[in-house]
């Protein structure tokens, strides 16, 4: 409770997915005060799960601490996620429809004349960090989670 230390560095680590980007933190040093502990609030502008660390001081009070034989430890808080988007970014696809009618190079549809969709309609989701960046970790095999493949969907033409 009687140690204070200024510049404390921060760090973090990808833990998964392994071939997974880091992305950056929101805070990448803090001041330790005089107490039992000194809260500091992160982020990250990634996905995934994460080891968040801080690189210990090598001197005190003027005083070498690797000299001295009193080196302080990395602490670390192990693994802690599976972290996930803050939100999704929303876009259409481009819709194309269908001619009911097809005459040499022209195609058409009569008035009142039922027509379909060329291709299914849908949605572009983006993953998106809290900071509003692309989290690029979320587009890596199964660590997308939306599985719902709309397979009740029907069009009609009225």
């Not at 502990?37 to 009070?61: C, H, N």
């Amino acid at each position: 409770t009687n140690y204070q230390q200024q510049s404390i560095i921060l760090n973090h680590t990808l833990v998964e997915p392994s071939n997974g980007s880091e992305g950056s933190i929101g805070s990448t040093s803090y001041d330790h005060k005089l107490g039992s502990s000194t809260p500091i609030q992160q982020s990250v502008t990634e996905v995934g799960v994460f080891d968040f660390s801080l690189v210990p001081p090598t001197s005190y009070l003027d005083l070498d601490l690797i000299e001295a034989g009193l080196p302080i430890a990395v602490m670390s808080t192990g693994p802690i996620g599976r972290f996930i988007p803050a939100y999704f970014a929303v876009s259409p696809m481009t819709v194309t429809l269908a001619a009911a009618c097809n005459s040499g190079e022209n195609s058409f549809t009569y008035l009142g004349q039922p027509f379909s969709y060329a291709s299914n309609p849908g949605l572009y989701l983006q993953p998106k960090s809290g900071s509003g960046s692309d989290t690029l970790n979320y587009l890596i095999g199964d660590w997308w989670r939306y599985n719902n493949q709309w397979s009740d969907r029907a069009y009609n033409d009225a």
